[in-house]
């Protein structure tokens, strides 16, 4: 799965730091739940998994938000933005939404 918008412009964000970045982070997050998902027991089991994932990011998120990015460590030059949250939950609600709510969905998660 690609998390770059083919044809978006690149944007610079507040930080003067490129969507890319959050491109990068979310998508190498991304690929190692998608190896993980796999390999749980059963559709309620990844279910469950994603939902506790979305609650966790959701909770990181509101807390970058109101601490204005201090709330995650800055290695390097190229600290954690908005972004990055965006882009992991939204792809964390769509594989949950895939799932379906009582094994309905797509089985190609």
Same mark, same amino acid.
């Given at each position: 799965m690609t998390t770059e918008i083919p044809g978006a412009p690149r944007r610079q964000h507040r930080r003067g730091h490129s969507l890319a970045g959050a491109t990068r982070r979310a998508g190498r997050f $991304?690929? #190692? $739940?998608?190896r993980h998902l796999p390999t749980l027991a059963d559709r309620a089991t990844r279910r469950a998994f994603l939902d506790r994932q979305l609650a966790g990011w959701e909770a990181r998120y509101a807390r970058f938000i109101a601490t204005e990015g201090g709330s995650e460590p800055a290695g390097g030059a190229d600290p954690?933005?908005?972004a990055d949250f965006l882009i992991t939950i939204t792809a964390l609600a769509? #594989?949950?939404l895939a799932l379906g709510e009582h094994g309905g969905g797509g089985d190609h998660v």
């Open positions: $991304l690929a #190692r $739940l998608d954690p933005q908005a769509a #594989r949950r």
